[in-house]
């Protein structure tokens, strides 16, 4: 197997983001936007290819590095350019140009009106090479550039709109929490080298930073550092809840929702917010030194499920449900490496990336048909007009679900979210004082599970189903609704109107050939890559062990048997609730809205409360500093140095008449003195 072709991987998306940036607008000009689209896609697709021939090569518990070259080699440190083969890599390759292909398909038809059509797939290009580099890097300082990489790319396209100013908001506060988390990622780095230089100086080349000797090196080490593993753990902890959005550092991506919809959906299923959960798997030697470290990511990851899952009910923007549906969901994926399966976690990752491309790109349809109207509250009965849309989006809905037959089949979510709740609950690992939090964690996502089938219902009701069409008959001020424009390319004039004559329709083929693909990798994905353990197979030897034994009844009742009263339970409340279309006391008027919905709807205060932290807070600090430090301390001495200075020019300039006679007899003054100190100083030698 040649793994050199691997560079081949990265190569197509900096190639397809170079002929964006610098020959888009003529190649768009000259040939059309179809052709543009068409090589936008294509680089992704090739990254594909050569990544699937590649795993298919790939024996499990299988390692290969292929080095270009050394980038930095000064100082004892050594740090290669290089690209690491294993299991976990690949599958984030997959992962990443499989279902990145789809969305940039997707995009093709949704940008099609946009007049930034060329720059927009420019930055999906990018976002997806620095992707690769953050998974496929051999080292920690390659996976910080990919890292950094993705949150710029980030930050340019949740602000691709940028005349809107709500946009430019959500992407600077997505650019401005991540680098919370990037400066948790930093210190660790940095103590990691100090250790490593510090007990292990004979490491293999001086390669520090590489995971083929940094990772031994720092298993055997910390042996006996508890202390120092906590540390390190807990600041890559911190690094990892800023790109996947645990608490407190979520409040970024449900902002994020004010970039275009493919966008949100390459985001939030197949790129960035993986970054934080991979990492911990790449680092998972670190966590299973410390079950302290180990406790509080769990702990973080069951809180952060559950938060975001009752935000959830109190959103009536379509892509809002979807984006707290994501945080809740990599709160399980948390949950899962702090319980030491990490296996589970990138398993739920992977199905993940299926169902929620396909829910995100399914709203996107929705929102395309009922011209660029967000708001649920104006859907119903859309299944008549989307069917293909309607269809698909159930699908998606029953595999975030979990839905399933124990023992026969599952949608995709079943499998993976089983092995999450099975390894939380048989943890012993994550504990501190000898409270089993590992454990709490796992029953806690159980009941986020059902809270998941319920909100996920309310959306599919509000949206699809019921016979009222609510876009005919809201007021005016609902039914127009502020949103980017694809045709006028300017947020800030654009305006679409809902009346009784909309009728809503579904999409061409660009758009809706994904949604069936994800739909179908929805169906069998989980089950093909549960059949026989495949998946704990494939990533199990290569270093991400389960710790203990994943609990197949907990309390002597199957977990399967818990799993799918909370799938179905849920949709069948959801159905009570919201089968017969939107309750009164959540319409327009918010005020008949309960406390607690209202609640939900304000994210219980946090977000609001931090904002007025950071921004006033930080404000009201800046204004201290400035009045007391630089105002009352620097200028103070900086005058008072000036008012001594002046005060000896004053004196000292009553010396300075004019009078030469004077100057004269002061410099004869001067002199005799001097010569009478000499004399003086003779005499005294002489005795």
């Not at 070259?69 to 984030?92: K, Q, R």
């Not at 997806?128 to 930050?155: D, F, K, P, R, T």
């Not at 679900?401 to 999450?420: D, L, T």
């Amino acid at each position: 197997m040649n793994y050199e072709s691997i560079w081949l991987v990265l190569l197509f998306p900096i190639l397809g983001f170079l002929l964006q940036a610098m020959l888009g607008s003529r190649i768009e000009k000259a040939l059309g936007r179809r052709v543009l689209g068409g090589l936008a896609v294509l680089p992704i697709v090739l990254s594909f290819a050569v990544g699937l021939v590649i795993t298919l090569g790939t024996k499990a518990g299988s390692s290969h590095v292929s080095t270009l070259g050394y980038w930095i080699n000064a100082g004892g440190l050594s740090v290669p350019f290089e690209f690491v083969v294993d299991p976990l890599s690949m599958t984030m390759v997959l992962i990443i140009t499989g279902v990145g292909a789809l969305i940039h398909l997707y995009a093709t038809g949704y940008m099609n009106e946009d007049k930034e059509y060329a720059r927009f797939f420019t930055y999906m290009n990018l976002f997806i090479a620095s992707m690769l580099i953050l998974v496929l890097g051999g080292n920690l300082l390659l996976l910080y550039v990919g890292w950094e990489g993705v949150g710029l790319c980030s930050y340019l396209l949740i602000g691709f709109w940028y005349k809107d100013m709500a946009n430019a908001k959500a992407a600077n506060k997505a650019f401005i929490v991540n680098r919370i988390g990037d400066w948790g990622l930093s210190l660790a780095l940095m103590l990691i080298v100090a250790f490593l230089l510090s007990s292990h100086a004979d490491i293999a080349g001086g390669r520090y930073l590489s995971y083929d000797t940094m990772l031994p090196a720092l298993q055997h080490g910390l042996a006996g550092h508890a202390g120092l593993a906590t540390a390190i753990a807990l600041l890559l902890f911190v690094g990892a809840a800023g790109k996947s959005a645990q608490f407190p550092l979520y409040i970024w991506l449900p902002d994020a929702m004010a970039g275009p919809t493919p966008v949100s959906a390459l985001i939030h299923a197949a790129t960035m917010v993986t970054s934080g959960v991979v990492l911990l798997n790449r680092m998972h030697v670190v966590f299973e030194m410390s079950p302290v470290a180990s406790a509080i990511v769990c702990v973080i990851g069951a809180f952060t499920a559950l938060f975001a899952a009752l935000i959830a009910f109190g959103q009536s923007d379509i892509k809002k449900v979807l984006a707290y549906s994501t945080v809740s969901q990599l709160g399980f994926m948390f949950i899962a490496c702090g319980a030491g399966a990490y296996w589970a976690g990138m398993f739920h990752v992977t199905t993940h990336a299926f169902f929620k491309a396909l829910l995100f790109l399914g709203a996107g349809a929705v929102i395309h048909a009922m011209a660029h109207n967000q708001d649920m509250r104006n859907y119903g009965n859309l299944r008549k007009y989307l069917p293909i849309t309607f269809w698909t989006m159930v699908i998606g809905t029953l595999a975030i679900c979990a839905v399933g037959i124990p023992g026969v089949f599952g949608f995709a979510g079943m499998y993976s979210k089983e092995a999450i709740l099975g390894g939380a609950l048989a943890n012993t690992h994550a504990q501190i004082n000898g409270v089993q939090l590992g454990q709490i964690a796992g029953w806690v996502g159980l009941g986020v599970a059902a809270l998941t089938s319920i909100y996920m219902t309310r959306l599919t009701c509000l949206t699809f189903l019921g016979t009222e069409e609510r876009w005919r008959s809201i007021p005016a001020q609902h039914a127009e609704h502020h949103a980017p424009d694809h045709e006028e390319g300017d947020a800030t004039e654009a305006r679409h109107v809902l009346d009784e004559n909309h009728t809503p329709h579904e999409v061409p083929i660009s758009m809706w050939l994904p949604l069936v693909i994800l739909a179908v990798l929805s169906i069998g994905g989980g089950y093909f890559l549960a059949n026989g353990n495949a998946f704990e197979s494939w990533l199990y030897p290569a270093g991400l062990p389960v710790l203990g034994k994943v609990s197949t009844e907990p309390s002597g009742i199957p977990l399967a048997m818990y799993s799918m009263i909370a799938a179905i339970g849920g949709i069948v409340l959801g159905l009570a609730f919201y089968l017969k279309g939107l309750p009164k006391n959540q319409g327009f008027d918010e005020s008949k809205w309960s406390v607690l919905r209202r609640a939900e709807r304000d994210q219980f205060g946090y977000d609001h409360a931090l904002t007025v932290a950071a921004i006033e807070g930080g404000g009201d600090i800046s204004r201290g500093l400035w009045k007391w430090v630089d105002v009352g301390l620097i200028d103070g001495i900086v005058q008072g140095l000036g008012t001594v200075s002046g005060a000896a020019g004053q004196l000292l300039k009553r010396w300075q008449t004019g009078y030469i006679r004077l100057y004269a007899l002061m410099m004869l003054l001067g002199l005799i003195g001097l010569i009478g100190f000499f004399a003086l100083e003779i005499q005294k030698g002489v005795r």
